[in-house]
């Protein structure tokens, strides 16, 4: 509970993903500060101190014996997580190494976990947790099954049942929702997006690297090489469908007359960030606060990801209706 205190003597040393340790600048100008420092957060297990190990050693400074503290419940390992977490998005932040490292130890120490949750604890982009999984497990990369993603959900690493069980859904109910058919096929709404957009344009909506190939061909260069990998949408131009979508939707009276309207086409033309454009941008940022706001980008990415499944699944239901 938030304000509860605890005896300093009792504290034990973080686990902390820092490489490099405590940081005695960072330690001095807490001590300089007038502020008061928020509580520390604490696995109450095993005492071991989760986050605020800087503020500790203030309080050790001032001659404290008792120091408040937020309370913790959960495994070693679940708390190590909570670490890399808090430290990424708030304090003294962490610094590359420091999150690499955290997501070498996090992919041994629990492969369920999918790249992209880890990517989320640890402030790394879901490929390169992959790149640092295939480095750090070469050998076992299929090793689990499934993978837990950053919603909690257990997913199969090959999803061919869940999306041919997807794809029956959508066939026998058109007008069933995204949210629906992913709750019922066991797979995610993006998963469930993809399959109905596969069967729309006629295609099987199980992608060939699902399938069993029984006579594999070998690597191409383009294959075998990291470096030459597809492209995802969001490291491609901004170009093409998306500005004629949005030059026809600032032209169209029902949107950019409406308040709501306006405030959705300035969002929308905000957030087309080119890869030029997010590359001066990066580079303009103040370098103390780059990992602080790529988190809150990425929960900004989310809220997108959430509006898009609602805003589609409520256009399947107008579509329906009306036809």
């Known amino acids: 509970m938030t304000g509860d205190y605890a005896p300093i003597d009792r504290l034990r040393p973080a ?7 405590e940081d005695p600048e960072h330690i001095k100008l807490l001590a300089e500060s007038d502020d008061v420092l928020p509580p520390i957060l604490v696995h109450r297990e095993t005492m071991r101190v989760i986050d605020g190990m800087h503020r ?13 503290v937020e309370w913790f419940d959960g495994s070693e390992l679940e708390a190590f997580a909570r670490a890399v977490q808090v430290n990424v998005t708030h304090g003294l932040p962490l610094t590359l190494a420091d999150r690499e490292a955290a997501a ?4 041994e120490s629990c492969d369920a976990w999918s790249d992209r949750a880890i990517a989320q604890m640890t402030g790394l982009s879901a490929p390169t947790v992959g790149r640092i999984r295939a480095r750090s497990r070469p050998d076992q990369q299929s090793a689990a099954p499934s993978r837990i993603g950053r919603d909690g959900r257990v997913r199969p690493l090959n999803s061919a049942a869940g999306r041919r069980r997807a794809s ?27 399959v109905r957009k596969r ?6 909506p199980i992608p060939d690297k699902f399938l069993p190939d029984p006579d594999p061909a070998p690597p191409t260069d383009t294959e075998s090489s990291p470096g030459l990998r597809t492209l995802s949408l969001a490291q491609q131009p901004i170009e093409g469908s998306y500005i004629s979508n949005l030059d026809s939707l600032q032209k169209d009276p ?10 959705l086409l300035r969002w929308l033309s905000l957030h087309a960030i080119s890869g030029e454009k997010r590359a001066k ?9 780059k990992v602080r706001i790529a988190g809150m980008a990425k929960y900004c990415s989310l809220w997108w990801a959430e509006f898009a499944d609602d805003l589609e699944q409520q256009g399947h239901r107008d579509i329906s209706k009306t036809g």
Request: aromatic share 2%; charged share 30%; net charge positive.
């Open 15 to 21: 686990d902390s993903p820092r490489l490099n340790g």
């Open 56 to 68: 500790l050693r203030v309080a050790q400074l001032r001659g404290d014996t008792e120091i408040r």
């Open 104 to 107: 070498v130890r996090l992919i």
């Open 168 to 194: 029956e859904l959508i066939e026998a109910e058109p007008g069933l929702s995204l949210r629906e058919i992913a709750r019922r096929s066991g797979i995610s709404m993006s998963t469930a997006r993809d």
């Open 199 to 204: 069967l729309n344009r006629g295609e099987n």
């Open 254 to 263: 029902s949107v950019r007359l409406s308040g709501d309207g306006r405030f």
């Open 281 to 289: 941008l990066i580079r303009s940022l103040p370098a103390h606060s």
